[in-house]
Each structure stands twice: as C-alpha cells, then as structure tokens.
C-alpha cells in the first residue's frame, strides 16, 4: 500500500524568506511523487513531479523539490516566498506510472506567507 | 499542461433531488478518469475511478447507487449524486492524465451545496 504524509498543517513563512513543505512517503516500489497546489474553491494544479533522474527537480512559480530515497522524502522548496505563495500544498505518490492508477494524497499543508 | 473542464462550479440543490456533474479533458484522450471528494480542511478522497466503456471502480464505503458514474467517451466522464441529502455537500474534483502524461489533471472542482 501507499502513503503519503505531511507533517506540518500550516507552515508560516514571511515573505522573502525560504520555504519549505514536508512530505515522506511509502511505496512498495518505485515512487513516483507529485506536488499540487491548491487554491480556495479550485482544483489542484500541478507543480512539479518526480520521476527518474536527477533528485532535484524544478517545477512552477520557482519551487523545486527534493527526492531523497535514504529518508524516503520529497520535501517542496522555495528560495524566496511571495505572498501569492499561500495556498494548500498536496504532495501525492503512486507506484506506477500509468495514468490508469490514482494519486494517494497526503493529509496536505496550508503555507501562509506574511507580508 | 493539458487541460480538464469541470462543470457546473457550484450547484444548490434541494434534499432528494439529483446533480449531474460532468468531468471532460479537452486537449486529450481520457482512458481513466477518478473522482475525489474533499472535505473543508482535509485531503482528497478518492470515491471511485472511471473507465471508458465499463463499469467504474468505487473505493470501499462509497455507495455505487449513490454515486453514479458514467464515462461514455474518451473524453467525458460524470457523477451524478442521486437522492442528494445535506451530509452530500462537499467539494467534488474529477481528475485525469493522457497516455503520455504521467502526472494527473484535475477539473476546477465542483461546490455540492443540499439543502
């Protein structure tokens, strides 16, 4: 079985200042790993994702993520917040990469940035 | 990224009656599309995946008479909530990813409002 988990429910972060949003993962096998982003009333959009590869990828708006397979994480990362930052943040992994498996979702991360 | 058109955004419908909700991928073909509900403050829950010409696949605790799904081309699926009763009223995301996507796009997401 997968999981995904997000330990944080909100991370505060001033503007300016580097962020990061948290996910370990369990997967039997290989993961492939999702980060969405979640605006009030709308649907997810996809930031970035993992696949194969190099273990920092960059996604959307200036975020990046780090795959680390030792501690089984892919926390979400970010230089230099913005305020239009703040948002719900969804890391999600399955174990197949074809489109006919669900994404499991984490519980996700309500990132504040402060002006 | 391809794109994935979720309709109506929001419905209010009175207790007993039925919605229609309908999921389409625009710019490409859709084997599998998956359903997700989402409570206020919580992650996406998975009710049930669809498959173009056959029958779709509900997750445990969902009720298939309840929730109907129909994916009648490659291009559309739709939930209809049956008998909608208050405790329906949530928000509703359809998702989906082509053949040569390996990552999931989701529709804008529908406010279920049963009065």
């Known amino acids: 079985a997968q999981s995904v988990a997000q330990p944080e429910d909100q991370v505060n972060v001033a503007e300016g200042n580097p962020l990061t949003v948290k996910c370990t993962y369990s997967v039997s096998g290989n993961p492939y790993l999702f980060w969405y982003v979640q605006y009030p009333n709308r649907g997810l959009q996809f930031l970035l994702k993992?696949?194969?590869?190099?273990?920092l990828v960059k996604g959307s708006y200036g975020f990046e993520a780090e795959f680390n397979k030792s501690q089984t994480s892919f926390h979400l990362k970010k230089p230099s917040a913005l305020v239009s930052d703040s948002a719900l943040y969804f890391c999600?992994?399955?174990?197949?990469?074809?489109?006919?498996?669900?994404?499991?979702f984490g519980k996700g991360t309500r990132l504040s940035v402060i002006a | 990224g391809a794109v994935v058109s979720q309709h109506p955004s929001w419905v209010i419908c009175k207790s007993g009656t039925s919605v229609k909700i309908e999921c389409r991928s625009l710019?490409?073909?859709?084997?599998?599309m998956f359903w997700y509900r989402q409570f206020p403050k919580q992650s996406l829950m998975l009710m049930a995946t669809s498959n173009e010409g056959s029958k779709a696949t509900y997750e445990q605790g969902v009720e298939k008479d309840k929730f109907l799904i129909n994916h009648a081309s490659l291009t559309l699926s739709t939930l209809t909530v049956t008998s909608a009763h208050p405790e329906d009223s949530s928000f509703y995301i359809c998702s989906a990813s082509g053949q040569e996507n390996t990552e999931a796009f989701f529709g804008q997401g529908t406010r279920l409002t049963v009065v």
């Open positions: 710019d490409f073909q859709a084997t599998t």
């Open positions: 993992y696949i194969t590869g190099d273990n």
């Open positions: 999600a992994v399955r174990d197949s990469l074809s489109g006919n498996t669900p994404l499991v």
